[in-house]
């Protein structure tokens, strides 16, 4: 993008399209603007734009028209549609048309301002200073918390309570004191007294859990590997979740992941927000199934200090520690009633409340969801609420279940083991047994790739040699999905050599930098091992490899491989 944006506003208007130009204009940017989808095609064939701004409805189209101009002809612009106020599915449908983002009529310039600056990577001055005026650590720390929770020791079985307990606790470790700023927006009319439901200084409040310092300075979770990278899987099945991936990062659009438990769907979040351009942002998770219904409101939206008995000083929310980045809410379909109509609020109006406070706050979050249950059959059943499903439900990626996408069980498995293996300083890393992948391949996994990680965890733990045999796997006889014989979607002696081979060959490793050091290093332990096997007998070490003397003499001068005074 250049230095000073240039863009595109589309109104026929003339009174909008000189408010929006007036707005803009003071932000720095420079315009062309248009009152026709015919004069904006004009414009848009004789030259690229950073961003577009235009109408829903326009004298000769719509602002979809455009949309779909910008696709076909693989232009890089983005597109922001105004429609018009009351009709959310003009908003869908843009959305899905590849929109970046949608604003809703009458225009709060102030909203137009974020969304345009968020289009164009960037964030307004006045927002981040009204949300976060001294930084916030309070998403590293949830998503730390959340990850520390999942990586917990090997459970039998996966999903438990206990991991989503252990996570609440980080979660909503808010940094305080954040100090949250006089708020940029007018009082609300419907300024309310905090909620009566408020917690007080005896309840076990979640946002009064603080984390030791040395937990909230921990790295970011990714490190250098991206969380695409880290979704492993060849799949059919797996291949389309990758696309839509690189899809919706593109855009705003509010996601809904789709997924049994242990499917991988935070994963897939995480990989969304690593690919979008928010990536540098935070990325908070947050599990709305294990907060406290009346800590809801303070735990997504902050607090004032003396709003309740025991809030001591401001603290932001999930919504504010998100600011800029990713919002991932997990388990959305656990949301009570009330608070799925203020989370609707805080989504439309793109501003949150915090409790005890008189005015609203700006926020700029992209929102990502995710829920085993089905929500079209909660909305149907009264439990979830239809406009907020709506608006959640933009686009759906539904992150299959292990049993269906057997094929990847193998490089999962490879993936696994050698990170497991690295992190327990275990070398070399021990390999599955054909007999042990057969089993795999006929155990259904209800507990999904969750369930595959802890099952190596601790067959890991219990195998002691280079090998990890059916026995050490523990499978429980009664949940193997078949007898012996069933049909397995890949061949296990191919697979053995999978899982065998190292992870850069099995492509669930970035490829090397330099392939002739690698494989020296590679040739080297293989020699060591076999001399150290042979207590340093060159030939029987050399015959165990297939070499013969001088080769071995050859390769280990070459790779300077000495055994000291007793070379045999
Ligand atoms: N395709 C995959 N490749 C490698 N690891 C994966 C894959 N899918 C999931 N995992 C790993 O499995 C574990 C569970 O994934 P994740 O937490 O994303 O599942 P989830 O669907 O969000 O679960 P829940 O619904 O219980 O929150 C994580 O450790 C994740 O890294």
């Known amino acids: 993008m250049s230095a000073d944006p240039r863009l595109l506003v589309v109104d026929d208007e003339p009174d909008l399209r000189t408010l929006y130009e007036m707005t803009l204009l003071r932000e720095g940017y420079t315009l062309d603007s248009a009152g026709t989808v015919e004069d904006a095609l004009e414009l848009l064939g004789s030259r690229r734009y950073d961003a577009v701004i235009t109408d829903m409805r326009l004298p000769d189209g719509n602002g979809l028209d455009l949309l779909r101009w910008l696709e076909q002809h693989g232009r890089t612009e983005r597109a922001v549609v105004i429609t018009a106020y009351g009709s959310p599915e003009n908003a869908v449908e843009a959305l899905k048309a590849g929109a970046f983002d949608y604003l809703t009529k009458p225009v709060d310039l102030r909203q137009f301002r974020m969304v345009v600056a968020s289009a164009l990577g960037r964030v307004t001055r006045a927002e981040e200073m009204a949300v976060r005026p001294s930084g916030s650590a309070a998403s ?83 490190g250098s590997t991206s969380a695409l990278e880290r979704l492993v899987g060849d799949s059919v099945a797996m291949r389309q979740v990758r696309e839509l991936i690189e899809k919706v990062a593109r855009s705003m659009a509010p996601v809904l992941l789709n997924g049994e438990s242990g499917t991988g769907k935070e994963l897939v979040a ?95 979050v992209r929102l990502l969801s995710a829920t085993h249950k089905d929500l079209a059959a909660e909305v149907a059943a009264g439990r979830f609420r239809q406009d907020l499903y709506y608006r959640l439900n933009v686009i759906q990626i539904r992150v299959p279940p292990l049993r269906e996408r057997m094929e990847d069980l193998v490089p999962i498995s490879a993936r696994v083991l050698s990170r497991i293996a690295g992190d327990a ?50 499978l429980p006889d009664s949940l193997l999905g078949g007898p012996e014989g069933v049909d397995i979607p890949f061949d296990v002696a191919d697979a053995v050599e999978v899982v065998a081979m190292p992870p850069e060959v099995t492509g669930s490793a970035p490829l090397p930098t330099d392939l002739a050091v690698y494989l020296d290093d590679v040739e080297r332990r ?24 001088r080769q071995m003499r050859y390769r280990m001068a070459r790779l300077e491989i000495s055994l000291g005074g007793e070379e045999a």
């Open 140 to 222: 590293a720390a949830a998503n730390v918390a959340r990850e520390q929770a999942k990586a917990a020791p090997p459970v039998s079985m996966p999903g438990t309570g206990a991991v989503k307990d252990a996570f609440r606790d980080g979660a909503s470790d808010a940094d305080g004191p954040a100090s949250l700023r006089d708020p940029v927006m007018p009082p609300l009319t419907q300024t309310s007294p905090p909620p009566a439901s408020a917690p007080t200084a005896t309840e076990p409040s979640a946002a009064a859990v603080r984390k030791p310092a040395a937990t909230r300075a921990k790295p970011p979770l990714t």
């Open 425 to 474: 300083g275990v070398e070399p890393v021990p390999q599955l047994t054909p007999a042990a992948l057969a089993a795999l391949a006929r155990y259904s996994f209800p507990g999904n790739v969750r369930e595959l990680e802890n099952l190596l965890h601790r067959a890991l733990a219990l195998s002691g040699g280079d090998g990890i045999d059916v026995a050490d796997l523990g």
């Open 270 to 364: 995480r990989a969304i927000h690593d690919v979008s351009a928010r990536r540098p942002q935070p990325f908070v998770a947050v599990n709305c199934g294990a907060i406290p219904e009346q800590l809801l409101e303070a735990e997504f939206f902050g607090y004032r200090k003396g709003a309740f008995t025991g809030a001591t000083e401001d603290r932001e929310g999930f919504f504010q520690a998100a600011h800029g980045g990713t919002l991932f809410l997990d388990e959305i379909g656990d949301l009570p009633l009330a608070m799925q109509s203020k989370l609707l609020r805080a989504l439309q109006e793109r501003s949150v409340r915090p409790v005890g406070a008189v005015a609203e706050m700006p926020v700029n």
């Open 526 to 549: 293989i020699l060591l091992r076999a001399l150290e096997q042979h207590r340093n007998n060159r030939t029987a070490a050399g015959a165990s490899l297939g070499l013969s003397l």
